[in-house]
């Protein structure tokens, strides 16, 4: 099992920019595709982004779409986002994930490891 920490969220201006990291520990992910996933007060979980795991594809939500990048480090087994020109609509908890296979993959159920996910405030 792998333990998956996030960790750089914060509040943020509208406009501003902030990197979210996914440390994994107990097991490598650099064998997985990860996902980043967003979960706002009453509404329902849903996937922010994706990357397989060698990092030459990246799946991204139409809503953060060229406003958001997802990149990976294997050997220092971390997944990052980033965030740029946030909206108050980004405001979330943030979870990474591992998925079961080294391909994309955007449903939740297709991911076996979450972490505790971290807050990401944009205020107006």
């Known amino acids: 099992q792998v333990r998956l920490v996030e960790s750089g969220g914060g509040l943020v201006q509208a406009g501003g920019s902030l990197r979210v990291s996914c440390a994994a520990s107990?097991?490598?992910?650099?064998?997985?595709?990860v996902g980043w996933f967003r979960q706002a007060p009453g509404k329902e979980r849903e996937i922010v982004g994706a990357?397989?795991?060698?990092?030459?594809?990246?799946y991204y939500t139409a809503s953060v779409r060229g406003r958001f990048t997802i990149s990976r480090d294997n050997a220092k087994n971390t997944v990052s986002l980033e965030m740029n020109r946030l909206k108050p609509e980004d405001t979330a908890v943030y979870y990474c994930?591992?998925?079961?296979?080294?391909?994309?993959?955007?449903?939740?159920?297709?991911?076996?490891?979450w972490g505790q996910g971290t807050q990401v405030t944009v205020s107006s």
């Open positions: 994930a591992r998925a079961r296979g080294e391909s994309i993959v955007v449903r939740s159920m297709e991911y076996d490891d």
């Open positions: 107990g097991r490598t992910v650099s064998n997985y595709a």
């Open positions: 990357i397989n795991w060698s990092g030459s594809a990246k």
